[in-house]
Structures are given as structure tokens and as C-alpha cells.
Antibody, heavy 121, light 107 residues
Framework: QVQLQESGRGLVKPSETLSLTCTVS????????WSWVRQPAGKALEWIGR???????NSNPSLRSRVTMSVDTSNNQFSLRLSSVTAADTAVYYC???????????????WGQGSLVIVSS | DIQMTQSPSSLSASVGDRVTITCRAS??????LAWFQQKPGKAPKSLIY???TLQSGVPSKFSGSGSGTDFTLTISSLQPEDFATYYC?????????FGGGTKVEIK
């Protein structure tokens, strides 16, 4: 069974870049899409974006100019970078695996446990 | 963006009750709708995709229905472990969007 684990700095200063890595174990990182979702305290989930090992990616237009995603197949990891952060980016960040249905649409099937990132000076 | 509206935002129910949560999309999304369960301090858990297909290992007391713009999640007999917040998500359009959540509390 696949397991996902987020890692990265938990405290980031305003205007700096948030960096998170998700390590995948129990399955290959190939043949799937990998996504990021965040959740501010007490609020709903927000989709950040997704990427696959062929380099195809999509991100939320509300964040697109600040989001960079990458995949490291040799280490079975994928990463998120979010630049120019503000307090509004404080949230729990989840990584997730997406599976393609027969029509090619992608749904989340597995989640990491989440990583709290606080933006504060 | 496709807006997802859940109702109610919260509900109180007793163990053994049948509970129904509604999710409405601002435009048609075919059946590209997922449901998630989240307990306090924990990651979401995937319950249903394609509006009505249970994820592997999810008990059959959970069921989903709907197509187009209107969807429901039903828990046939509420158990103590089912008290949580439930979110719907559309994955038909970009960006993927979630509903605001429905918190199911103990009466």
C-alpha cells in the first residue's frame, strides 16, 4: 500500500519561498499524477496543483505564478515550491496520489499525513 | 472556477441515524465528483469517486449518488467513528475545487 510523507521547513518568513517534499513509499512514483492540497486552520481544502513523471503539470490559477512543482524519480519524491509567501499561505499542506479513471479524469485516492507551514517573521 | 456548495454546513445526529449530505456544483460536472472524510487533526480520507464508486476498503454504509450538478453522500447507519467533516470535490474542470465541508456532530 502506498504511503506518502511530507517534509520541509515548518516556519517560513514572509516574502520567502516555501519548499516541501513528498516521499512516496510502497509503490513507484511512475504512472500516476501527484498533487498538493492545502488547508488553513479551520477552513476548507484548496487544490494547489498536480504533476506527473512526464513533466505534465497543472496548478490553480490563483497560485500559478508562485507555484513550481517537480518530480525526482530516482528518489521517489515530488516537490512543491511556493514563492513570495504571506501569512495567507499559512496552512497544513498535503501531498496526494491521483489515479486516472477510464475517461482520463484524475481523482485523489491516497493522502499524506500533512505538514504545517507557518509564515511569520 | 466551478463552485461547490455543500449543505448543511453542520448537522447533529445520533448513532444509528441515516445521514444525507448534499453537494451542488455551479455547472454540470457529469459524475466527476469525489467525497472525503476528515477527522480533527488528521488528513482527509478518500471515500468515493465518480460520484458513487467506493474507494477500496471503504465500508458499504457509505454511498454516493448524483450526476450533473446535484450529488448526495449518505451514511446508512451512523457509527461513532463516522463523526467527522465531509468534503465533496469536483475534478471535472480546472481548477479542481472543494466544497466548504459538512461537519457531522453527535447529538
Amino acid at each position: 500500500q502506498v504511503q506518502l510523507q511530507e517534509s520541509g521547513r515548518g516556519l517560513v518568513k514572509p516574502s520567502e519561498t516555501l519548499s516541501l517534499t513528498c516521499t512516496v513509499s510502497g509503490d513507484s512514483i511512475n504512472s500516476y499524477y501527484w498533487s498538493w492540497v492545502r488547508q488553513p486552520a479551520g477552513k476548507a481544502l484548496e487544490w494547489i496543483g498536480r504533476i506527473n513523471t512526464r513533466g505534465n503539470s497543472n496548478s490553480n490559477p490563483s497560485l500559478r505564478s508562485r507555484v513550481t512543482m517537480s518530480v525526482d524519480t530516482s528518489n521517489n519524491q515530488f516537490s512543491l515550491r511556493l514563492s513570495s509567501v504571506t501569512a495567507a499561505d499559512t496552512a497544513v499542506y498535503y501531498c496526494a496520489r491521483e489515479h486516472s479513471d477510464s475517461s482520463g479524469y484524475l481523482y485523489v485516492e491516497s493522502w499524506g499525513q500533512g505538514s504545517l507551514v507557518i509564515v511569520s517573521s | 472556477d466551478i463552485q461547490m456548495t455543500q449543505s448543511p454546513s453542520s448537522l447533529s445526529a445520533s448513532v444509528g441515524d441515516r445521514v444525507t449530505i448534499t453537494c451542488r456544483a455551479s455547472q454540470g460536472i457529469n459524475n466527476y465528483l469525489a467525497w472525503f472524510q476528515q477527522k480533527p487533526g488528521k488528513a482527509p480520507k478518500s471515500l468515493i469517486y465518480a460520484a458513487s464508486t467506493l474507494q477500496s476498503g471503504v465500508p458499504s454504509k457509505f454511498s454516493g449518488s448524483g450526476s450533473g450538478t446535484d450529488f448526495t453522500l449518505t451514511i446508512s447507519s451512523l457509527q461513532p467513528e463516522d463523526f467527522a467533516t465531509y468534503y465533496c470535490q469536483q475534478y471535472f474542470g480546472y481548477p479542481v475545487t472543494f466544497g466548504g465541508g459538512t461537519k457531522v456532530e453527535i447529538k
